[in-house]
């Protein structure tokens, strides 16, 4: 087995550890990782949305930037760049999380949330896998975001891990005009040093092994290729295990934690993000990463999905224990005709942009 | 260089429609290349690539623009020696 193999494998193992481990120590059920509920819960503290259930400065994400960052200096990746359909980018992001919060967690999530014994997660999964396929049949065809160029300067890359950091400041500090949970799922919360060490080791491992759940599926179906794949089955066997050693597993689909039985929206929810995952180059968690590498169209996508999450608890999109809403379920209809229509439109123009040209009077 | 371990070309496309084109043209010309990730060396970003010995640049080169296939770039890929622990687990 080469290393990069045993890379992903570990990174796998060591995910799924973690989530465990931060669910044991105080996380929400099957919620030991979720890079949508999580950004989620940091636009509810920063009052961006006024769900008082689901607002906390989660500390695996702060970690999981300067996981991703250190990795990205020491291993001279860090580079600032962008410039490549910013806009849509942006829209993405909101349509990724608009999606996982009817689902009710990121493409990462519903691996734990199946690794945790929650069946209802299988529906999830499934449309995230039929998403991602539907994204590589367009890049097949011709989908292309094009290409963003490194800038004159580092300062535009840097930026986001300066945020970061002030969140970081913000968590510690925590002064009165940041909200924070009181009860539900944002004030289910592991010890900050617990959460923010978990994170930085994720973050530094996703970083090195370029963990990315969108990339798992969309290279089986590009190529056959397995190797992210194996990250994929890893975090679930390690997920299943310490929940078990745990005493956290918990078989069947009714009453599991954060999770609703409304299978149809469930997939679909989650097909979106899988389109979305392969449109806009990542999935949640390797958005993250992206950004702390300085890759600013991954950030303008974050951002996207810290909009998504503000109009999802604004106006009733996302779902909860009980099921999904109407306005939610609109909502990914709405998205999903969206992003099927701008693919379509960006895989005509990348394909008219390359075709061999015939000068003017030339016999076609 | 006898840090060098050992070395190949890398042809990078526009886009995977591209990447998949070349593999295609490159099957119809009697070459079964399959295609690689993008080596990290090269970025951090995911992306298929086309890899093949330095002493095919030409044939390959030639080959895949007959096809009409949009190459971006031919890059030589060094892989060196690790003489640290950090570089040995987790560098490429």
């Known amino acids: ?364 | 260089m006898p840090d060098v371990l050992k070395e190949y070309l890398v042809f990078t496309f526009p886009s995977t429609y591209y990447a998949l084109k070349a593999e295609k043209a490159l099957l119809a010309r009697g070459y079964d290349i399959p295609l690689s990730p993008l080596p990290r060396q090269l970025s951090s970003n995911c992306g298929e690539v086309i890899r093949v010995e330095p002493e095919m640049k030409v044939e390959i080169r030639d080959n895949l623009l007959a096809a009409n296939v949009e190459i971006e770039e031919i890059h030589l890929v060094q892989e060196k020696k690790k003489t640290n622990l950090m570089d040995k687990f987790f560098g490429y």
Not at chain 1, 47 to 57: E, F, G, N
Not at chain 1, 189 to 194: D, F, M, R
Not at chain 1, 252 to 268: E, R, T, V
Request: hydrophobic share 50%; net charge positive; proline share 3%.
């Open chain 1, 1 to 364: 087995m080469d290393k990069r193999h045993k890379l992903i494998i570990i990174t796998g193992v060591v995910i799924g550890f973690l989530a465990a481990l931060l669910v044991k120590f105080g996380n929400p059920g099957n919620m030991g990782f979720c890079i949508a509920c999580f950004i989620r819960d940091i636009t509810g503290a920063l009052k961006l949305h006024s769900a008082a259930p689901v607002q906390y400065i989660r500390p695996e994400i702060i970690g999981l930037v300067l996981g991703g960052i250190i990795a990205a200096l020491r291993f001279k990746e860090f580079k600032s760049m962008g410039g490549a359909q910013v806009v849509l980018r942006l829209l993405f992001g909101a349509f990724m999380m608009i999606g996982a919060l009817v689902f009710l967690g990121c493409p990462l999530r519903a691996i734990l949330r199946l690794g945790g014994g929650d069946l209802n997660a299988i529906f999830g999964i499934l449309g995230f896998a039929g998403g991602v396929g539907v994204g590589t049949i367009y890049l097949k065809k011709g989908y292309s975001m094009g290409k963003p160029v490194h800038t004159e300067s580092q300062v535009g890359g840097v930026i986001f891990p300066v945020l970061i950091f002030g969140l970081l400041a913000l968590l510690l500090i925590q002064p009165g005009f940041i909200a924070f949970s009181q009860s539900g799922p944002g004030a289910a919360v592991a010890p900050i040093w617990l959460a923010l060490i978990a994170g930085l080791v994720v973050g530094f491992l996703s970083q090195r092994s370029g963990f990315c759940l969108g990339g798992g599926w969309r290279d089986m179906y590009l190529g056959k290729n397995t190797h992210l794949m194996q990250g994929y089955l890893a975090i679930f066997a390690s997920v299943l295990v310490f929940n078990l050693i745990f005493g956290q597993f918990k078989w069947g689909f009714a009453g599991q934690p954060a999770a609703h039985s409304d299978h149809l929206w469930s997939f679909l929810g989650m097909a979106l993000v899988g389109i979305c995952a392969v449109f806009a180059e990542g999935c949640p968690l390797r958005q993250l990463i992206k950004s702390a590498e300085g890759k600013m169209d991954h950030v303008i996508v974050v951002i996207g999905m810290v909009l998504g999450a503000a109009l999802s608890h604004n106006f009733g999109l996302a779902s909860s224990g009980t099921g999904t809403t109407s306005n939610g379920r609109v909502s990914v209809v709405i998205g999903l005709v969206s992003v099927i229509v701008i693919g379509y439109f960006l895989t005509e123009a990348h394909r008219a942009k390359s075709s061999p040209k015939v000068s003017q009077g030339e016999a076609m």
